[in-house]
């Protein structure tokens, strides 16, 4: 199944809060055209077992770290605690060693990109741990991000200036590689 979320348009109403559905990527059943979280773009969006992680992205009141889950699909929405980070758009997300990330990112007016990576529990997104300040040589936003063979990925990215052409990597309790 695949989940489309939200997002942005040229002409008005500009930012949407509409769950698409797909399984196979080619026919798409609208979930709901109105979902319970605010409109906006930009947003991190994971699945974490049965349930539907939305993080942050940019709204109507600007840069937003608010977090959503849905456990049907995306049918109905219920709001977690707000992360302790600031609010930001085109950030990294995954899950990984048991507690779900958000990489990076840029804040709400698009102009600062974010160098910090945060973490929860995945199972409770109750409370949001600061894993380190200065994640990258610089802020990132816009980059890929994985997880595969027992490490988290992140490849390439973007700093408001330029395109990051390298791969960094993160083992379980050890610091990050960029190559």
């Known amino acids: 199944m695949v989940l489309v979320t939200a997002g942005y348009a040229c002409s008005s109403p500009f930012y949407y809060r509409d769950v698409w559905k797909s399984s196979d990527a080619l026919a798409w059943t609208q979930v709901t055209s109105s979902a319970s979280f605010p409109a906006r773009f930009g947003l991190g969006c994971v ?3 049965s349930q539907v992680v939305l993080v942050g ?4 009141s600007g840069g937003l770290n608010d977090v959503w889950v849905s456990t049907d699909t995306g049918s109905s929405w219920a709001q977690m605690a707000s ?3 600031t609010g930001r758009m ?3 997300m995954a899950v990984f060693l048991s507690k779900l990330w958000v990489v990076g990112g840029v804040d ?8 910090d990576v945060w973490h929860s529990d995945s199972t409770t997104l109750e409370s949001w741990v600061l894993a380190t300040a200065n994640a990258f040589p610089s802020g990132r936003y816009k980059m890929g991000i994985t ?4 490490r988290m990925w ?3 990215g973007y700093d408001g200036f330029g395109l990051f052409h390298d791969v960094c990597l993160k ?3 050890r610091q990050r590689l960029c190559l």
């Open 147 to 150: 997880v595969h063979n027992a």
């Open 83 to 85: 992360g302790n980070f």
């Open 108 to 115: 709400g007016s698009g102009s600062t990109p974010c160098n």
């Open 90 to 92: 085109w950030h990294g």
């Open 57 to 60: 992205g940019k709204g109507w």
């Open 154 to 156: 992140v490849a390439s």
């Open 47 to 49: 699945t974490v077992g």
């Open 171 to 173: 083992k379980e309790n």
